[in-house]
């Protein structure tokens, strides 16, 4: 192959929009000059937000490569300082004043080459530190979508039913039932809302149960979830009857839906390295998405999407999506949490058996704006890396590595939530490399 060829698959993975369909909300101007919050930003984009400083963290290679990076982005947004020291006090200083000059323009800087952004739901005492859905939507092609999050869901309701007058002819089991069903309808119809989202895997684990708890044992657990707050400090959803139930009836749901195609449900899946450098408290062993196999062959119609490669449990995750036609893979967070060498070879195990049709980009930025870029730029980075490779080898011709990079960013999310969006193909790329195709089989 020429260098031409190369330059080429390049050019369509550097320029090809994509469809960021797992993300959370930034902070807005305000919260991001909280001197609270500005103490770990930019690093916050890489590790979890309650790092500890003790724990070395700067010196990690995902940390030091992600440096060089973040100075680049500054410097091509014009933010330039010719002195700079490659340290954090120093990316930190020019973060903060990007912020209080230009927070919009680093947000743009930082979104640039997004179709689209589907948002998780933040939870209710965060939201008024975060930019709403609406502010996006002048750094994206498309309004930004929503996904639902299900065990915010239920905390909502179990809120607003502890706030409400009960009805004396209705358990307190019987009325969260009812309200958390009828969010669910509402979520389930809303056209804004294309998926689900249960972050069961850092709560009780994903060894859920494929049936649900007898009344009783449920309402016993609803209540121990009530013993665990108040109004003013919110609810703890964190107790496995009602966990799994809450799964159990987002599953049911979608398959009973007529809609088509159904909404998927995402599953955090695995720990983000985040958790590792903060010393989390989720369950290493039951993040692993083995535990799944038996629900998700209980509800084979319903599409599920594996979020975050699952790291450590890539493998795991890659076999489960190999024989069960409805499971995707989400690769975002290794991206940036994870060194090069890292997230190579986790792109790697992912295509060992998978088509690359159910592989799906996002992002998983969260917070801060520069999570957004440093996710976007190592995994385009990498992907052609490693196609490039493939084709080098003869595994794919460069007309299947440039189908798979426009699948894996925008097309593969596309066909899998409906979104009927128009492709946008590089017809150069296409066109000029077809005649060459036939020679790599």
């Known amino acids: 192959m020429s260098n031409f060829d190369e330059q080429d698959l390049n050019h369509v993975i550097w320029t090809q929009p994509s469809i960021d369909h797992h993300a959370h909300h930034l902070l807005n101007r305000e919260a991001a000059l909280n001197p609270d919050m500005t103490t770990r930003a930019p690093l916050g984009a890489i590790v979890s937000a309650n790092y500890d400083s003790s724990d070395n963290i700067e010196q990690t290679i995902p940390v030091r490569w992600a440096m060089c990076q973040l100075h680049e982005h500054y410097e091509s947004c014009n933010y330039r300082c010719d002195d700079f020291k490659y340290s954090w006090d120093e990316l930190q200083a020019r973060h903060d004043r990007f912020v209080r000059e230009d927070y919009g323009g680093l947000i743009e800087a930082s979104l640039k080459g997004t179709h689209v952004l589907f948002l998780d739901d933040p939870i209710p005492e965060e939201v008024e530190d975060l930019i709403p859905s609406s502010g996006y939507d002048s750094f994206t092609t498309v309004p930004t979508k929503r996904i639902a999050h299900i065990e915010g869901m239920a905390a909502a309701q179990i809120l607003e039913m502890v706030r409400s007058e009960p009805r004396p002819d209705e358990t307190v089991w019987s009325n969260f039932r009812q309200r958390f069903q ?3 309808r509402e979520a389930m119809e809303d056209p804004k809302v294309v998926a689900f989202k249960t972050d069961i895997c850092h709560r009780t684990g994903l060894d859920v149960d494929p049936y649900p708890s007898d009344d009783a044992t449920l309402g016993v657990s609803l ?6 707050g108040t109004t003013r400090s919110g609810f703890q959803v964190n107790d496995k009857p009602l966990c799994d139930w809450l799964v159990q009836q987002t599953l049911q749901a979608i398959s009973y839906s007529r809609r088509e195609p159904a909404k998927p449900l995402h599953f ?3 720990l983000e390295p985040g958790f590792y450098f903060a010393g989390g408290e989720a369950n290493l062993v039951r993040a692993n998405p083995a535990f799944l196999q038996p629900l998700i062959a209980k509800y084979p119609q319903v599409p599920i999407v ?8 890539t493998r795991e995750a890659v076999y489960l999506a190999h024989i069960c036609n409805n499971v995707y893979l989400d690769l975002s967070v290794v991206f940036p949490k994870v060194s ?4 190579e070879k986790v792109l790697r195990e992912c295509l060992d058996v998978l088509p690359p049709t159910r592989l799906l980009w996002s992002s998983g930025g969260r917070e801060q704006p520069e999570s957004y ?3 976007t730029y190592q995994f385009r980075k990498v992907l052609a890396l490693v196609l490039w490779c493939y084709v080098k080898n003869l595994d794919l011709t460069i007309k299947a590595a440039g189908d798979a990079a426009v699948g894996i960013l ?10 009927g969006f128009d492709t946008p193909v590089l017809r150069e790329f296409t066109e000029g490399i077809e005649h060459r195709a036939n020679r790599f089989g």
């Open 373 to 375: 870029y440093l996710a």
């Open 306 to 313: 594996l979020l975050h490669a699952a790291y450590p449990y």
């Open 223 to 228: 209540l121990r979830v009530l013993d665990s």
């Open 182 to 184: 009828n969010a669910l």
């Open 268 to 270: 955090e899946t695995g």
């Open 340 to 343: 090069q060498g890292g997230q």
């Open 410 to 419: 925008f097309g593969n999310a596309n066909k899998l939530y409906g979104l």
